[in-house]
């Protein structure tokens, strides 16, 4: 890809998101091949990337949606995934969402409290439709990653404790309105370690051992997200690691497995590009100032992740430098103590493995327009989402503005 950078960056301009589209068939291809022969629905989690042109892309490939509000939903239905292979999660649902997702009749609402559950109930009823729904258990594993993108432990808001998820499903089991054909967990982002994805998977496949001996069918197996991708040097589980996990602790299990990868399936897809607006010292330390910033990828700031960047076609010695953006707060950098050559102004730094949390994170802060998006298919270019412009982001506040 790095032969095209600079053209890339001169034909649709700087900040950008580049895609590779064949990247993600590849990953979407390995993943669905480990599952070999057993029943599987890949959800793609749509919250990683949620351009339509990318859901469209998975949607080609048989995947399902995974979404947290009603609006995820609606871009995956608009990129072609049938209601059917939709599930929606979520700690808190509005009445809006919760109606609107009858409404289109997809798979599976996923629960995450007994409150939610009362008034799925409550809605459905008053529709006359029977929901289909799962209950997100929440295993008591420390999935060892990064605190604020662990999701698993009951210290966390997410889920329910397994005898709460029991009582749940023995009630929603007795109710006309409710169909409890499914259980969920998703432990965490950025798993590199697969002991806590094989503990959690026994601790509930083990609940629906119980559920089937009381005559509640679980029908859906889903798995949650979170397989951890190279950003640096990491070691991380590989898909046949995963399923094979998945399938030993499932065993005699009449399930069909979903899973509801995000990162894995885009992370390493994407680029950044930026242009490099000018360098500058302050006492010893070496800033490079470039056109991108936090509101275009927040991931630096927000969890002091990790993005390789190097500068495109730059000869010269290295010598560390922060890569910092134009917005106004300390915290806007997106490396620091880069090893980077001597750079000039419109000089492109390419920030790797953007694809996952980057675009869909973007804000307007500092009034900046969010970047354009292009893909990367087959040897060709294409733009899947124009640069923002002043007018598009005053719009909603132009009409009522007094003069
Ligand atoms: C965020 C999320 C995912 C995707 O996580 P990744 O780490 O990107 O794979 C899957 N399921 C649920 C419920 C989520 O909240």
């Known amino acids: 890809m790095k032969i095209e950078i600079k053209a890339l960056a001169e034909k649709y301009g700087t900040p950008l998101y580049v895609y590779d589209f064949d990247y993600i068939s590849n990953r979407y291809t390995t993943l669905k091949e480990a599952f070999g022969g057993k029943k599987s ?37 608009s990129a072609g995934i049938a209601p059917y292979r939709i599930i929606f999660s979520g700690v808190g ?37 029977k929901a289909r729904i799962s209950i997100r258990v929440n295993p008591n594993i420390d999935p060892q990653t990064h605190p604020y993108i662990s999701t698993g432990l009951h210290e966390n808001k997410f889920g329910v404790e397994i005898d709460m ?5 023995i009630y929603a089991k007795k109710s006309e309105s409710l169909d409890p054909i499914g259980i969920h967990f998703h432990i965490g982002s950025q798993l590199t370690n697969l002991t806590p994805i094989r503990e ?26 979170g397989i951890g991708v190279v950003y640096d040097d990491e070691v991380t589980i590989t898909a046949k690691e995963y399923t094979g996990a998945i399938f030993e602790v499932t065993k005699g299990l009449d399930v069909t497995l979903l899973c509801e990868p995000g990162r894995y399936m885009v992370a390493n897809a994407g680029v950044f590009l930026t242009k490099v607006l000018y360098e500058k010292v302050n006492g010893s330390k ?62 492109i730094l390419l920030v790797h493995s953007t694809g996952a949390y980057g675009f869909t994170m973007a804000s307007n802060y500092n009034t900046r327009a969010k970047p354009a998006e292009v893909a990367l298919e087959k040897g060709e270019d294409r733009l899947i989402r124009r640069r923002e412009s002043y007018d598009d982001q005053v719009a909603l506040e132009l009409e009522y503005l007094k003069k």
């Open 165 to 169: 998820a029991k009582r749940m499903y």
């Open 41 to 77: 629905l890949i959800n793609y989690a749509v919250k990683a990337n949620s351009n339509l042109s990318v859901i469209a892309h998975l949607a080609k490939l048989g995947a399902g949606a995974d979404c947290v509000s009603i609006g995820e939903v609606k871009r995956a239905l």
């Open 286 to 347: 070496r800033f490079v100032i470039i056109d991108g910033a936090m509101n275009d990828l927040i991931r630096p700031s927000l969890y002091n992740a990790y993005h390789k960047i190097e500068a495109v076609e730059v000869e010269g010695t290295l010598t560390p430098a922060d890569v910092v953006g134009p917005v106004c707060e300390s915290g806007d950098f997106l490396g620091k103590d880069v090893a980077l050559p001597p750079l000039e102004h419109n000089d």
């Open 200 to 225: 959690s998977c026994a601790i509930v496949a083990d609940l629906v051992r119980s559920l089937k001996a009381i005559n509640i069918d679980i029908k859906f197996f889903d798995v949650g997200g």
């Open 93 to 129: 649902k509005r009445d809006d969402e919760i109606h609107d997702a009858l409404h289109l009749d997809i798979l599976l609402l996923n629960l995450e409290s007994e409150a939610e559950m009362k008034r799925v109930e409550m809605m459905a009823k008053e529709l006359g439709k």
